[in-house]
């Protein structure tokens, strides 16, 4: 990392490069004096990435498969990728991830590194689709130098399906700036949002979409309530995907008696805020790559639930640093939250544990060492 770099870091969206997960990364190659471009569809953050010293190309990205479009896409990064001569590129998403990596090998770009944040499938998916994405991620490994997975059974399933080399593979968690997440408490939050001082919060953060599941989170609610009436339940996310999820949400709420008791923030910048409001922490996703926002609660001192699936299930020890459950099941998701709201000893002590598990395996410091070298020439 001796002589200055030109990077280009390709994503899906501009709010998903200035996320705490990765524009901190970013920051840091910048203020080593590298180039760092960002090719995304700008959708609003576009001025946070300059700020940060980032150029932006905005290109017509879509996470469905859109043939035209995405054709028109392979086209404008090929000619992006030949016209400023990167040295590296390295792509975060699924499909945009292998477009970037056929563009980048078509240009002969020195070094071409994908993160696979999670396979783009469940394990409720079709044998068809897990076959599909298997073969295109086959496809995209073979046009590239490094593939870097954020969890170990991927990691597992790719080596097994021969999707990467053993000499191409490598593990990097996703890591917390600890300095930003961490213990505390946010009355002024709390008030902002007309929650009752001596309300107990039950807090989610992540997109508003149906796959997140976030109506078995509610159904588990609507069966706690009766015992502690106390709840209030805060989404926080971006819905810009499923527009019409938080009325839904809303409505479900209401048949199942929360009424005024959930709060959907919409999109917000401070999520170590809303962590430390939190006084439980729910993720209800049934697919994931990892789960950054769970590491974020962790290290903000917040007991745990989540589901049993990959990602996850690396990331939490069950019983020990928080719940797990089986994913769609409302029963097993309430019994867990009555628990730990019933048996205030045991959240704390899962608490105590899960941040000092965090010190130990999930810190940011730790995530941007092994990518800086992972991105030597």
């Known amino acids: ?25 970013f920051q840091k190659l910048v203020d080593r004096g590298h180039s760092v471009h960002v090719a995304c569809r700008v959708t609003g953050f576009a001025e946070t990435l300059q700020e940060a010293g980032l150029t932006v190309h905005d290109l017509p990205f879509t ?66 689709r897990k076959n599909l994405v ?15 997975f954020v969890n170990s059974e991927d990691l597992a399933l790719a080596a097994a399906r021969k999707v990467v080399a053993p000499n191409q593979a490598k593990l990097i968690h996703n890591g917390v700036d600890t300095a930003r997440f961490h213990p505390g408490a946010e009355t002024r939050l709390r008030e902002e949002l007309g929650i009752p001082s001596n309300a107990v919060v039950i807090g989610y953060l992540g997109e508003i979409r149906r796959e997140k599941n976030l109506e078995v989170l509610l159904q588990a609610a609507g069966r706690v309530i009766p015992s502690h009436p106390d709840i209030y339940l805060v989404l926080a996310g971006d819905a810009s995907r499923e527009p019409r999820e938080p009325a839904r949400l809303a409505k479900t709420a209401s048949r199942l008696g929360l009424g005024d008791r959930l709060i959907l923030t919409g999109h ?33 001192g917040t007991p745990v639930i989540a ?3 990959r990602g996850p299930r690396e990331i939490i020890d069950d019983g020990l640093d928080g719940i797990l459950v089986r994913d ?11 628990f730990l709201l019933e048996t205030p000893e045991a959240a704390r002590r899962y608490a105590e544990r899960a941040l000092a598990k965090v010190s130990r395996e999930f810190t940011q410091k730790s995530m941007h060492a092994k990518l800086l070298s992972a991105y030597r020439l």
Do not use: Q
């Not at 870091?9 to 709010?15: G, P």
């Not at 809303?274 to 903000?300: K, N, Q, W």
């Open 1 to 25: 990392m001796s002589r200055k770099l030109k990077i280009l870091e390709v994503c899906n969206l501009d709010r998903f490069a200035a996320s705490p997960y990765l524009l901190p990364f």
């Open 63 to 128: 996470r469905r498969v859109t043939p035209l479009r995405d054709l028109r896409c392979y086209r404008e990064l090929k000619s992006l990728i030949r016209r400023e001569g990167f040295d590296i590129v390295h792509t975060h998403n699924p499909k945009d991830g292998v477009l970037g990596r056929l563009a980048a090998w078509k240009a002969g770009v020195p070094r071409i590194i994908h993160t696979c944040n999670g396979l783009y499938f469940s394990h409720r998916s079709t044998a068809l």
């Open 134 to 148: 298997i073969a295109a991620e086959r496809f995209a490994a073979r046009r590239c130098h490094l593939v870097i």
């Open 268 to 300: 917000r910048t401070d999520p170590e805020r809303l962590h430390r409001l939190f006084d439980l922490y729910v993720f209800p996703s049934s697919r994931e790559g990892f789960g950054v926002t769970l590491i974020e609660a962790m290290a903000s």
């Open 307 to 309: 589901c049993r699936v």
């Open 328 to 338: 769609g099941d409302p029963e097993e998701l309430a019994d867990a939250i009555s």
